[in-house]
């Protein structure tokens, strides 16, 4: 079984910074796709950001777009999400998530094996 631990959530005021981080259980699989979500009281399970293996190919949430940058490790299977300009919307718990193959549809959480458990973001108007 493998499992994904996502960390670097907090509490920070709007306009700050925070820096997500994810890392795979099991460093020999090979994961090509990972992303983040997020999810708040109420509300459905929202794509913040995807990334492929290499990098090369990245889909942001229009809300996010500007603010976020995901981006691979240098160890294998870890995936980072810097987020900046903080807004009071962006609270939420967020997600790691990730799977083998490449996936046509990068912002549908349904396409994604792996789950981290989530980190509380909070972010203070």
């Known amino acids: 079984q493998v499992e994904l631990v996502d960390s670097g959530g907090g509490l920070v005021q709007a306009g700050g910074s925070l820096r997500l981080s994810c890392e795979a259980s099991?460093?020999?699989?090979?994961?090509?796709?990972m992303g983040w979500f997020r999810q708040s009281p109420g509300k459905e399970r929202e794509f913040v950001a995807a990334i492929t293996w290499t990098g090369g190919i990245t889909r942001y949430a229009d809300s996010v777009k500007g603010r976020f940058t995901i981006s691979r490790g240098d160890a294998e299977n870890t995936v980072f999400l810097q987020m900046n300009s903080l807004k009071s919307e962006d609270t939420a718990v967020y997600y790691c998530?990730?799977?083998?193959?490449?996936?046509?549809?990068?912002?549908?959480?349904?396409?994604?094996?792996?789950w981290g458990r989530g980190t509380q973001v909070t972010v203070s108007s």
């Open positions: 998530s990730g799977r083998r193959e490449p996936i046509r549809y990068m912002d549908d959480f349904r396409e994604y094996e792996y």
């Open positions: 099991k460093r020999t699989l090979s994961i090509y796709t």
